[in-house]
């Protein structure tokens, strides 16, 4: 494969964490990245609410246990280890049903030596709620590790609120947290620069950081505008269904690899972008 695919294109990079090596593969294939985080996730150390659930957890086991996000399952078991309570967190763990929404999740719950019940192929919290509406969850104990903070743009279940109207008894807790960067300048300067047309293509692997980025666009009064471009000459890659959710609530059509992982949005960018930008001009 040659090196210049994406050469005179200009490709927007949203992601805080691994940036790096996305910005790097892109520029080897000729693009022009900026590299703008669209969010900033919070250290977990300090989270006291966190630590007083993952003892709950280990005192009291849960029946089931829902793993939201893979970056969120490894996030715990990180911080836990710091606390001294990772090893039994494990145990307890591996002694309990788990689910896991999606294949990111499945992976970073199998890394650790667990295996998943079950897991839905669509990412979304929907199908895992159905599945477990169908078993019956009522006085069933449950936790479910949110993958944080959830905005208006964010169209998710309530998974939680849906297992406690079913009966169930639910503990549900975050393990991550993120703000959206306290110098609004560069995001103002994106959404700027989606509206205009200078961008030819936007990346996005997580659904904070699209809430993120049409936050700022709502502060500036131009949702419409961002909502336009990305119907037209700017295309918005997303690494997978939920992260792509905030913008497809809004009717915009986004590009997704096969699979949910950094790597294959890359190469789904380096291969689909030169066609559209092409074409787009």
């Known amino acids: 494969m040659s090196s210049d695919e994406l050469t ?46 993952t003892a709950s957890i280990i005192a009291d086991p849960p029946e089931l246990f829902v793993a939201s996000t893979a970056m969120g399952f490894r996030g715990w078991l990180e911080v836990a280890d710091e606390w001294g309570m990772r090893e039994e967190l494990i145990s307890v763990l591996d002694g309990v049903r788990i689910i896991t929404r999606g294949p990111k999740a499945k992976g970073a719950v ?34 479910v590790q949110h993958h944080g903070t959830i905005t208006e ?16 008894e639910v503990r549900e807790f975050s393990v991550y947290r993120w703000t959206r960067p306290q110098d609004q300048l560069p995001m103002r300067e994106l959404v700027d620069s989606i509206v205009h047309g200078r961008v030819d293509a936007v990346t996005f692997t997580s659904a ?27 295309t918005p890659f997303c690494v997978g269904s939920v ?32 066609r559209r930008g092409g074409v787009e001009g």
């Open 243 to 274: 992260t792509a959710s905030p913008l497809e609530a809004l009717g915009v059509p986004t590009l997704q690899p096969p699979r949910a992982r950094l790597g294959s949005l890359a190469r789904f960018v380096i291969e689909e972008l030169p």
């Open 153 to 168: 743009w964010e169209p998710l279940t309530d998974l939680a609120a849906g297992l406690s109207a079913l009966g169930a």
């Open 8 to 53: 005179g294109l200009t490709v927007v990079v949203t992601a805080e964490r691994r940036a790096a090596d996305f910005v790097a593969i892109l520029e080897r294939h000729g693009a022009a990245v900026v590299h703008t985080p669209a969010i900033h996730v919070l250290p977990l150390t300090a989270d006291e609410d966190l630590r007083v659930a």
């Open 110 to 143: 199998r890394g650790v030596g667990l295996r998943e019940e079950w897991s839905p192929e669509t990412e979304s919290f929907e199908e895992v709620l159905s599945r477990l509406t169908a078993e019956g969850v009522d006085g069933k104990s449950i936790a």
């Open 208 to 234: 904070p950081a699209v809430a993120s980025l049409l936050s700022t666009a709502k502060d500036m009064v131009r949702v419409a505008e961002v909502i336009a471009a990305f119907s037209g000459p700017v």
